[in-house]
């Protein structure tokens, strides 16, 4: 998948979260959102793709989205935010296994490997790495643009005047 949509989650969530617009919130909870796709590194290890740890994998579970949510909620001592981030760690796979392509997400890592889509998948799988910047890749940012933009008006809509 292209990133437009994962990014829209994280900068609407740094909204919701601060109650304003807020650049640093964005970016943090963007890079959030990007997260479970870290495992890309196992592209470079020589990791297969269908390994647990390959990409979209274990980084792509409901466990790894629970404990980056217990983890930053448990350092930061703030039970909303560690709340928050599981839900926005939790939305990449889940908006992953929405794609036509791939091996889908080991939603359910460990306790199952198997990995799994959605019974529904209208969102265009995208290339990976440099090829993404290709007539294929704008392709997929042009299908997510429309989903994503309440998110993003949402999340970058300037604050009201009192």
């Known amino acids: 998948m292209a990133s437009l949509l994962h990014v829209a989650v994280g900068i609407a969530a740094a909204r919701l979260y601060l109650g304003r617009r807020s650049l640093p919130g964005a970016l943090a909870f963007a890079a959030l959102s990007m997260l479970p796709d870290a495992d890309v590194v196992a592209f470079a290890l020589d990791i297969p793709y269908s390994d647990p740890f390959g990409h979209r994998g274990a980084s ?9 949510g217990a983890l930053i909620g448990g350092l ?3 039970l909303r935010l560690g709340l928050l981030v ?3 760690v939790a939305s990449h796979p889940l908006l992953d296994a929405l794609t036509d392509g791939g091996l889908g997400v080991a ?3 460990p306790q199952e490997e198997t990995r799994v889509f959605a019974p529904w998948r209208p969102i265009p799988v995208a290339p990976i790495g440099a090829s993404f910047l290709s007539e ?3 392709k997929v940012m042009l ?10 008006i949402y999340g970058l809509w300037p604050a009201q005047k009192a």
């Open 143 to 152: 299908a997510e643009l429309l989903p994503s933009l309440p998110l993003l």
């Open 107 to 109: 939603l359910w890592w």
């Open 136 to 138: 294929r890749g704008l």
């Open 76 to 78: 930061s001592r703030r």
């Open 86 to 88: 599981a839900v926005v």
């Open 60 to 68: 792509h579970s409901l466990v790894f989205a629970a404990g980056m």
